[in-house]
């Protein structure tokens, strides 16, 4: 049986990366990547207490993440794609507002 501390270091760690790479990286691909990894942090936090508990909310909780994920994800992608085609860079830094 693996301890829940071992669980919840992989998830600090995999936040951290993910909140590293949207504090420092400028392509909105890698950003919205980045938000994906911290999601999934968040849901192995979920799940690793739901485990330890031995309750379903953890995983009901998982469920709704990996529903927002999904929806940030598309939406994200055809903001990115509209960007894209408009100005030509999906470079953070260069999209300062949303105005042409």
Do not use: Q, W
């Amino acid at each position: 049986m693996v301890p829940i501390t071992y669980y919840l270091l992989l998830a600090a760690a995999l936040f951290c990366m993910g909140m590293f790479g949207v504090l420092v990286r400028t392509n909105a691909l890698v950003v919205f990547m980045c938000v994906e990894l911290m999601l999934n942090a968040v849901n192995l936090t979920f799940l690793a207490f739901a485990r330890m508990h031995g309750e379903a909310t953890g995983h009901v909780s998982a469920f709704f993440v990996i529903a927002v994920a999904a929806a940030e994800a598309a939406i994200g992608l055809a903001i990115v794609i509209a960007v894209f085609r408009s100005r030509g860079s999906v470079n953070v830094d260069d999209i300062r507002t949303m105005k042409h």
